[in-house]
């Protein structure tokens, strides 16, 4: 469908002229995203604030065959958020649905608007007494309608799980404009199908998500952070077991940095600084959550520190002596991402692998990636604690950028491939969006393929829901 000027018109008076955005200047910054590997254009963006007016917006759509690319905080790396270059698909922004509903401190939920930015979640959250682990690198900009399409990841899902194990219930908008209402409070709900998990992780492809029942946990009553360095992976996946064993649930996050990570964060970030003196290869972040005490939770790190270094595990290691020091800690890796930036280009990678098998993977992968482009440079970090890599390929020192950027097909292919053979996911947490979709017919099997298809017939008909997207 063309957007003429009287389909345009028609979108307008459902949200009325001041929330309806035709300007190229006020339409730009929703069509660059992160990495600026997604181009597109549009004519339309649309920003309702209420169910009823994405209720009305999206049954035009199907009415008009109207392709609709919904949008929350803009900071996806997969393209899902993106719409083509045919200037035809309208952009639906979220970001005015930013009402938190209600909070539930004694049931430990909260429910949100799907533009409810993850940020003020968390200090909602806080206010009540309560947590709300979801933490991202972009916690300041991302909505929760879009952690919740995307099913984000993120430092703490080795304690509390993707974003779909922290949601008890959706409120969505289907092409047809019908409202699904399955806001659900409980935990126990055993009423036949779960209809939630099919719009959590969809990236927009089937529904609009607009609002969401949430779990909330108690805050930890102290906090243990240790950075800690040492000889290789397989020493950093002992020491996640000796972890396991001495904190169990207590053990919130364990991130794994190699020595080149930690030298672009140092040379790139406003701040950071590497807080041990000498020189290793390989690094750990280990962040305990205490339901007791802050005594506790350091005794606990103490404890297993002291272990790790009687089995030689570790080289050298620091304790944060206080909340600013922690906060440090993990600024450095969670700036590792964007450090790598003025070093050149980089080839990414989202993967995920059993985590037991992550010291034979990075060997593999390193190896084939190396003889591919020797002098590369492999960023190799993430949430080993959930088998969840960041494998990055940085350009070698000099290369010629976009010769280098122009082999991302070519070594997405040879590391995935290996993924695959370790029986891994080619999309651990940014999800699918354009970017990996031809790659999926390679993950899933037939039968899955044609049960994703079938699934997107049967609630999107008309094909208007973010064309183009995961399938």
Not at 28 to 47: A, N, S
Not at 80 to 93: E, K
Not at 132 to 159: D, K
């Amino acid at each position: 469908m063309t957007l003429t000027p009287e389909l345009v018109a028609r979108f307008i008076a459902i949200v009325g002229e001041k929330n309806a955005l035709l300007n190229a200047h006020d339409i730009e910054p929703y069509l660059i995203e992160p990495r600026e590997k997604f181009g597109g254009k549009t004519g339309l963006v649309l920003r309702p604030s209420t169910v009823d007016e994405v209720s009305a917006i999206l049954k035009l759509a199907t009415e008009t065959g109207t392709a609709i690319v919904p949008q929350g905080g803009n900071t996806g790396l997969v393209g899902g958020q993106m719409p083509d270059d045919t200037g035809q698909q309208v952009i639906l922004s979220l970001s005015r649905l930013n009402r938190i509903r209600s909070v539930e401190p004694a049931g430990n939920l909260i429910i949100v608007e799907a533009g409810v930015v993850l940020q003020k979640l968390q200090e909602a959250a806080e206010q009540a007494g309560r947590l709300f682990p979801l933490s991202l690198g972009s916690e300041g900009s991302c909505q929760i309608g879009g952690n919740l399409s995307s099913n984000a990841g993120g430092t703490a899902v080795l304690a509390y799980g993707n974003t779909r194990e922290l949601c008890l219930g959706v409120e969505v908008v289907l092409p047809t404009g019908e409202i699904l209402n399955d806001l659900r409070y409980v935990k126990k709900d055993n009423t036949g199908y779960d209809l939630k998990d099919l719009f959590v992780g969809a990236e927009g492809t089937l529904g609009v998500i607009t609002a969401a029942v949430m779990k909330l946990f108690p805050l930890p009553k102290g906090k243990g952070v240790a950075y800690a360095g040492l000889n290789s992976p397989e020493d950093a996946l002992k020491l996640l077991g000796l972890a396991q064993s001495h904190a169990g649930a207590a053990l919130t996050g364990f991130e794994l940095m190699p020595r080149i990570g930690v030298e672009f964060s140092v040379a790139h970030t406003e701040g950071v600084r590497d807080p041990l003196q000498g020189v290793h290869n390989w690094y750990v972040l280990i962040d305990i959550s205490s339901s007791r005490s802050a005594e506790d939770a350091r005794e606990t790190v103490e404890a297993i520190l002291t272990e790790a270094f009687e089995a030689g595990l570790v080289e050298d290691a620091t304790i944060a002596d206080s909340t600013a020091q922690e906060k440090s800690f993990w600024h450095m890796r969670e700036a590792m991402s964007m450090a790598q930036k003025p070093e050149g280009g980089s080839i990414k990678h989202d993967i995920s692998v059993p985590v037991a098998r992550i010291p034979e993977f990075i060997a593999e992968a390193d190896a084939a990636v190396l003889d591919m482009i020797p002098g590369a440079r492999i960023v190799s970090f993430g949430h080993m604690g959930d088998g969840n890599l960041h494998y990055n390929i940085t350009q070698p020192a000099g290369a010629d950028k976009e010769a280098f950027l122009a082999r991302w097909g070519e070594v997405n292919a040879r590391v995935h491939g290996i993924v695959r053979a370790y029986k891994g996911s080619i999309s651990a947490e940014h999800g699918i969006g354009q970017l990996k979709r031809k790659e999926l017919s390679q993950t899933k099997s037939p039968v899955a393929l044609d049960l994703m298809r079938r699934i997107k017939a049967s609630f999107d008909p008309a094909g208007i829901m973010n064309p183009g997207k995961v399938i």
